[in-house]
């Protein structure tokens, strides 16, 4: 049966991921966003299963106007301000577009009898990591900004679920990554230095681990918790249940790309970028419930993920 799925930032890097998920399966999906790529619009005009809306999700008239246009079955949200660093310090903007959107779309679907929410949350609501491995019940006490306003949208949702009947689920991943990353980070940052021939050097940070996941994973692990019947629970940690370190990913990147000189310096410090500390402890987020409730099994290890990362990256960077 053919479903009408509404993606926000569905002109996001991972929102786009998912929209063309989901059109390869057979649904038909509503792509919001406040700028319409031209990528999506190019999808659109070869797939007439995709329809785009320039969308500020804090516009309220705006936002019920495709909900009273489209009959939409389901809603996958992944509009947000994203990044530690990113939202460090625009607190009020970053209140706007994580949590003010937030609210206004639960309540459009409260208003509109609209059930199901996928939303895409983060492993940076735990804060600091009090073990190696830590699954959905772990403390969720965050230490940034980005972290604390996703927690609350989180907390909104569970309102919205006891109060109004949502089902409100939320997927905590990790570091995401893959081709095409908009952010200047790793991976991205070591294997674009790679392929152009030129020696990098992070400044410290070796020892630093953390669940690093494929792009494919994360969406595979998104449509899976939109595709279930019926939840016991409303948080699912999607990732790899393995903590892969810097220095990993800069040992995967030089096996790979012959003549590599991609180096990591360890201060013992965290992993620190432009001079600031980015990350509270880190380790790997328990992937068990989502196994068991889900199905869900990540295809890609790091090797595999950085591999088919720098395969995608060749062509934008001259490499044969």
């Known amino acids: 049966m053919t479903r009408t799925i509404m993606v926000t930032g569905g002109c996001g890097w991972l929102g ?129 900004v980005y972290g604390l306003t996703k927690l609350a949208a989180e907390h909104y949702g569970r309102v919205y679920s006891r109060n109004h009947g949502l089902e409100c689920i939320n997927v905590r991943t990790c570091w995401v990554y893959g081709p095409h990353l908009p952010r200047l980070r790793l991976p991205r940052t070591f294997i674009e230095a790679a392929l152009r021939g030129e020696p990098f050097h992070q400044q410290d940070g070796a020892r630093f681990a953390v669940d690093q996941v494929y792009i494919d994973d994360t969406v595979s692990g998104i449509l899976l918790a939109l595709d279930k019947q019926s939840h016991r629970f409303d948080a699912y940690n999607v990732a790899t249940g393995v903590a892969s370190s810097i220095a990993d990913v800069a040992e995967a990147v030089n096996r790979t790309i012959p003549g590599a000189r991609i180096t990591v310096g360890d201060s013992g410090e965290k992993y620190r970028l432009d001079e600031t500390i980015v990350s509270a402890d880190k380790g790997a987020l328990d992937i068990g419930r989502a196994r068991s409730e889900l199905g869900y099994e990540p295809k890609y290890d790091l090797r595999r993920g950085i591999e088919a990362t720098i395969a995608a990256t060749r062509a934008n960077v001259g490499q044969a």
Not at 27 to 32: C, L, S, Y
Not at 41 to 54: D, Q, W
């Open 16 to 144: 786009s991921a998912i929209v063309r998920n989901l059109l390869e399966r057979g649904d038909k999906v509503v792509a919001t966003d406040i700028v319409v790529s031209s990528e999506m619009k190019s999808l659109a005009e070869t797939n007439s299963g995709l329809s785009l809306e320039i969308c500020d999700l804090a516009e309220w008239p705006q936002l019920m106007d495709i909900f009273r246009h489209y009959s939409i079955d389901a809603v996958i949200h992944a509009a947000a301000l994203v990044g530690v660093l990113q939202v460090a310090d625009i607190p009020l903007k970053a209140l706007r577009a994580n949590v003010e959107c937030a609210v206004n779309l639960f309540e459009a679907m409260r208003q509109n009898r609209i059930k199901r929410v996928v939303h895409i949350s983060t492993e940076e609501t735990y804060g600091d990591f009090l073990s190696p491995v830590i699954d959905e019940e772990h403390p969720q006490k965050p230490v940034s």
